[in-house]
């Protein structure tokens, strides 16, 4: 079992988590939350999945090397996690930050699961992690994803495409089963009250709109960095007078 930090009191920060499929749009909107966090003058940490400079460069090495069995692929994402948890994310947390967090246990739980490991075993990782303040599904049809991915001009590895338990020899083919089969997962999660759907194919500045409606509730309370401070109660006074 992992071992994390105390953190049963309340932090001061606030923790945003976007889950969803890849080519779902969630990187890129929630980069554009934190610019216009970071110009409310709100301090603003972002963190990704699988992005521990401890654990990272002997993940890229295993993926490529295909050495991963659906257990080990498992620990090794929870090691980066709770890695990143302890010495990165808890700190802010306490210390004040707005973290937004591109991908969350949620991630875990579904890929997992659809890898075939048992669901409950691969809660037990993550059993003692906080709870986010907001989690947001970024729904959108395979098809769609797809399609933006492409016209990226990605190409697919083939863990993210799920050959590893697909079967298919065609990654593309194997990515959007892959999908469909973890969009079904996530869409389970929203029934449970985990994450709060959201229509990831509006364009991005309705998306933009919306998500700033959904998060100015919880940043009533959050401190403001100092250099903000005089100039957030300078337009406090004049919107009272």
Known sequence: MFIVQDHHHQPSG?????????????STAIELLGKWLAAQGYPVYHTAWNSSPLIKPFMRQAKKKRWLGPAAFSLLHASDFHDRLNRLILPRLQAGFIVLADRWVYTAWVRDHVRGLDLEWVKALYEDVPQPDLAIYFSTPPDIAV?????????????????????????????????????????????????????????????????????????????????????SQDQANRESN
């Not at 606030?14 to 969630?26: A, C, F, M, N, Y």
């Open 14 to 26: 606030r923790l945003i988590v976007v889950e969803g499929t890849d080519g779902s749009g969630k």
């Open 147 to 231: 399609a933006r991915l492409k016209h990226a001009t990605r190409e697919l590895k083939y863990y993210e495409s799920g050959q590893d338990i697909s079967g298919l020899h065609d990654p593309w083919s194997s990515f959007l089963w892959f999908q469909e089969q973890m969009r079904q997962s996530y869409l389970a999660l929203t029934e449970q009250g985990f994450l709060q759907v959201f229509d990831a194919t509006l364009p991005i500045r309705e998306q933009q709109k919306i998500l700033r409606s959904w998060l100015k509730p919880i940043l009533e309370g959050v401190p403001l960095m100092p250099q903000f401070l005089g100039s």
